[in-house]
């Protein structure tokens, strides 16, 4: 069945936005300084031929896809020559429907294929997770084009209205109790996604958290630098830990000191992020009991700890229900899509962090399996700056996250934005401890057309 909303894809354009961190920020066992955002411009036409175009964006965070001992710059590279070759294959994609329909279609029936073509002949292969983010800026751009090609608000057609395809066409329950028969992701969505978000603030794990860790190399730019400034300037109330995962002294240390902090200047979160390198759950299990011994309002704090354990759940299958039964245990990086999130849930995971990094397609039914299982839900952040921050921000006033979004691109490179807080001032400063929506208005995914309006350099590819 087809339906005369449907949409396929007819052209695409892709730009590379270098960013510079003003501080450097530590990604498992790596540090960056820069970063590079793929902006992606996807065109498309019904069947009437009627045509528009959409936008999507998102850093390539090699370190967070990647982790390995290869040279950052040669993983930099291959992402960005990923995603020019997906520029081509986007533009021919002989598929219509819905976004969601055309989107995992792709993911389906190109996405691996074009890895393979990739990787053959490396000496180490890109992982799935680093596909996933190349793509995922020509999904949210096919997401932002349905959109304008009907003027109409994205989220308000993952419905029967819209869609051919119901979930139960995308989805397979773990058991008989649940169904997704003649349901839609707006089944799934809060009735009233509300204007305002918590903000998560990221304590980086080399962020000076008081003067006896300045080292005289930090910026003098009129923004925070230490813990308790950031606290006092945006009205923080939840932070987010980053940890090594391979050093439980430093770790409890680390979660002892910010928490002390926190407490003192009215903090009411928090949560720690472990970034993978955990092997056993013995190790995360010894550092929640002795905070619970030594440090209970700090362990009362915590909200829930992101993903631990390596992000292979396949190859890695950590039982990891010890950990679930002392705090909630949300997965990261392994979660990416609903079969990992059923995995992850089988082997004692209970919350689910999603990221509109690994395409809008993809959160989205993650996002629906895992609240039909009863699992929880945050939005984390890819430190994502400009246009990025606005699907990340709209999925978390959708999906009813455990508290709010965490948004961090205003600590890393704060002035990467400034064109686009011209427009949207509350999306891209945290005050009084929260972002503010309310300015995202109109078609797609509520851009608004200056904030696509930004000179950008020639395209990197074009078809």
């Not at 498992?28 to 590079?36: D, K, R, S």
């Not at 799934?188 to 304590?203: M, Y």
């Not at 849930?345 to 039914?365: D, F, I, M, P, S």
Request: net charge negative; with cysteine.
């Amino acid at each position: 069945m087809s339906k005369p909303t449907d949409i396929r894809p007819t052209g695409t354009a892709l730009y590379f936005l270098p960013v510079h961190t003003r501080m450097p920020l530590k990604f498992g066992g790596e540090t960056v300084t820069y970063v590079t955002c793929a902006r992606a411009r996807v065109s498309v036409a019904d069947a009437a031929g009627r045509t528009a175009e959409g936008w999507g964006e998102t850093p390539l965070s090699v370190t967070w896809v990647w982790p390995s001992a290869l040279s950052y710059e040669e993983r930099h590279e291959a992402m960005k020559t990923f995603c020019q070759m997906l520029a081509q294959a986007w533009a021919a994609f002989d598929a219509s429907g819905h976004a969601m329909e055309v989107g995992q279609d792709f993911i389906d029936q190109r996405l691996p294929s074009l890895l393979d073509e990739l990787n053959a002949g490396r000496t180490e292969p890109m992982p799935w997770l680093g596909a996933l983010v190349c793509c995922s800026v020509f999904d949210q751009a096919l997401h932002d084009a349905y959109g304008q090609l009907h003027n109409v608000d994205v989220y308000q057609t993952y419905n029967n209205q819209y869609m051919n395809r119901a979930l139960e066409d995308f989805l397979e329950p773990a058991s008989e109790a649940v169904s997704f028969e003649e349901k839609y992701p707006e089944d799934f969505f809060v009735p009233e996604p509300p204007a305002q978000l918590p903000a998560w603030h990221l304590v980086g794990g080399v962020d000076p958290l008081d003067e006896s860790e300045l080292t005289g190399s930090e910026p003098d730019d009129g923004h925070p630098v230490l813990l308790a400034d950031w606290i006092k300037t945006d009205g923080l109330k939840c932070l987010k830990i980053k940890l090594r995962g391979n050093d439980a002294e430093w770790d409890y240390a680390r979660v002892a000191k910010v928490g002390a902090i926190a407490l003192e200047h009215g903090v009411d979160w928090l949560t720690t992020d472990f970034n993978c390198t955990v092997t056993e759950p013995g190790y995360v299990n010894d550092i929640l009991d002795r905070l619970c011994a030594e440090c209970p309002r700090i362990y009362g704090m915590l909200l829930y700890v992101e993903q631990p354990f390596p992000y292979e759940l396949e190859k890695d299958r950590i039982d990891t229900h010890s950990c679930s039964a002392r705090k909630p245990l949300f997965l990261d990086e392994s979660a990416h899509d609903w079969r990992h999130v059923r995995l992850g849930r089988e082997l004692g995971w209970t919350g689910v962090a999603l990221k509109t990094c690994k395409t809008q397609t993809g959160a989205l039914l993650s996002a629906c399996w895992a609240k039909a299982h009863g699992m929880t839900l945050m939005v984390q952040d890819l430190t994502n700056p400009m246009l990025a921050q606005v699907p990340h921000c709209r999925l978390a006033a959708h999906t009813d996250t455990i508290m709010g979004v965490e948004t961090n691109a205003m600590q890393f490179y704060p002035e990467a934005s400034a064109a686009e807080a011209i427009t949207h001032p509350g999306l891209y400063a945290r005050r009084n401890g929260v972002v503010d929506l309310s300015t995202l208005t109109g078609a797609g995914f509520g851009y608004g057309p200056d904030l696509v309006a930004r000179d950008l350099p020639d395209p990197a590819a074009e078809f």
